[in-house]
């Protein structure tokens, strides 16, 4: 006897963020103005002495497929997963791997070093590296007797 985990909430939220994307896309505010996800990738936000990590999950996407931008503080990661094409469909049982586009958005704190953000796509993880600002030390000044 296998045990199933019935999460009756997680189908609601899938129906409502499908019925969400149908109304923003007939309305017209479906456009690259307002990008719609179809799926959210998990991440992990790490600081570290130097410099903050973003680790996203994205496995199965390009890195060709993926575009990040920063602009007024706001570091922006989107892209797009394709679907796999099933030409036999026979023996097919089920399909949960989520296909499409993505996007998130990180509000940056100041001491962010917006010049010096590098990424890399390694094994379906995405790495962003956000360097920190050097932090200036107060510096004491002697008075010189003249």
Same mark, same amino acid.
């Given at each position: 006897?296998?045990?199933?985990? $019935?999460?009756?909430?997680?189908? #609601?939220?899938?129906?409502?963020?499908?019925?969400d994307r149908i109304q +923003?896309?007939?309305? /017209?505010?479906? &456009?690259?103005?307002?990008?719609?996800?179809?799926?959210?990738? +998990?991440?992990?936000?790490?600081?570290?002495?130097?410099?903050?990590?973003?680790? #996203?999950?994205?496995? &199965?996407?390009?890195a060709a497929d993926i575009?990040?931008?920063?602009?007024? &503080?706001?570091?922006?990661?989107? /892209?797009?997963?394709? !679907?796999?094409?099933?030409?036999?469909?026979? &023996?097919?049982?089920? $399909?949960?791997?989520?296909?499409?586009? $993505?996007?998130?958005? $990180? !509000?940056?704190?100041?001491?962010?070093? #917006?010049? /010096?953000?590098?990424?890399?796509? !390694?094994?379906?993880?995405?790495?962003?590296?956000?360097?920190?600002?050097?932090v200036v030390q107060p510096?004491?000044? !002697?008075?010189?007797? #003249?």
């Amino acid at each position: 006897m296998n045990l199933v985990r $019935f999460e009756p909430w997680s189908i #609601a939220d899938l129906v409502q963020r499908d019925l969400d994307r149908i109304q +923003a896309r007939r309305s /017209g505010r479906g &456009g690259p103005e307002t990008p719609v996800s179809d799926w959210v990738p +998990a991440v992990d936000i790490i600081e570290e002495n130097e410099r903050f990590l973003i680790r #996203a999950d994205v496995p &199965g996407v390009v890195a060709a497929d993926i575009d990040i931008s920063m602009e007024d &503080g706001v570091l922006t990661i989107a /892209g797009e997963r394709h !679907t796999e094409k099933h030409e036999d469909a026979e &023996g097919v049982r089920r $399909f949960e791997r989520v296909s499409g586009r $993505f996007h998130r958005r $990180f !509000t940056l704190p100041e001491t962010a070093d #917006a010049e /010096g953000i590098a990424a890399r796509s !390694t094994n379906g993880i995405l790495e962003v590296s956000i360097p920190k600002l050097p932090v200036v030390q107060p510096r004491r000044i !002697t008075v010189e007797v #003249a």
